[in-house]
């Protein structure tokens, strides 16, 4: 199957704590984003790599850290998560190759901080 | 940076009508603009595209209209079904830095 999966779908967790979350790509896509969610459906990017190389990185909170292991991989690290970190995280990718392009879009996880 | 105004909010309509969904955007310098659609509980799922060098693209029940002058796209849905009860959502991709900036969306509900 074909498409963009994260893990895990769902977590919680307290203040303070460090949380990672998991994305990955099967479309042969060359960039991939992440992008947050919050209660009110607002979609904001924080990140897009491309490559591999880090081509967007909006203005967030520095405990906030993307990782990039190879083209079909993104992950997003949380270090002392805050309760305003509470929020659905969406992994996407796109073909960048091609000019523009649509992006596909992970399940994404729920993020709730106590 | 740019940013994307989407118009209205929300929507609730009966089986059949027809809708029209405004957006409009403030940076010159964008370039593409990708519609998607979230079902409630479902992923984000592309629904339609057009490029600045454009002015109207159809698909199906779905017309997108462009006007770079004013900086304004309007979605038209036609023969609206239950099916196509989402939040809309609009974006804009500036030319050279590839960064998509997404409308607040509009709710449809469409009503058997």
């Known amino acids: 199957e074909t498409a963009v999966f994260q893990t895990p779908n769902y977590h919680v967790t307290q203040v303070g704590n460090e949380v990672s979350f998991n994305c990955k790509q099967t479309l042969g896509h060359d960039t991939m984003y992440w992008y947050k969610q919050d209660s009110k459906k607002l979609l904001k990017i924080m990140f897009s790599y491309n490559n591999k190389q880090l081509i967007v990185n909006e203005t967030v909170p520095r405990r906030f850290s993307p990782q990039s292991s190879d083209k079909a991989h993104l992950n997003l690290r949380i270090k002392s998560v805050e309760p305003e970190d509470s929020a659905v995280y969406l992994c996407?990718?796109?073909?960048?190759?091609?000019?523009?392009?649509?992006?596909?879009f992970g399940p994404g996880t729920r993020l709730t901080v106590l | 940076g740019e940013q994307v105004e989407q118009l209205p909010s929300s929507l609730i309509v009966q089986e059949g009508a027809s809708v029209l969904i405004n957006c409009s955007y403030t940076?010159?310098?964008?370039?593409?603009f990708p519609w998607y659609k979230q079902e409630p509980g479902k992923r984000l799922q592309f629904i339609i595209d057009?490029?600045?060098?454009?002015e109207r693209k159809q698909t199906q029940r779905l017309t997108l209209l462009f006007d770079k002058k004013t900086k304004h796209l309007s979605l038209h849905i036609t023969a609206t079904q239950p099916g196509d009860s989402a939040i809309y959502f609009c974006?804009?991709?500036?030319?050279?830095?590839?960064?998509?900036?997404f409308g607040k969306g509009t709710s449809l509900v469409v009503h058997p």
């Open positions: 996407a990718s796109s073909l960048r190759d091609r000019g523009y392009a649509e992006q596909f």
């Open positions: 974006s804009a991709t500036s030319g050279g830095n590839y960064k998509p900036t």
């Open positions: 057009i490029r600045s060098n454009m």
């Open positions: 940076d010159s310098a964008s370039v593409y």
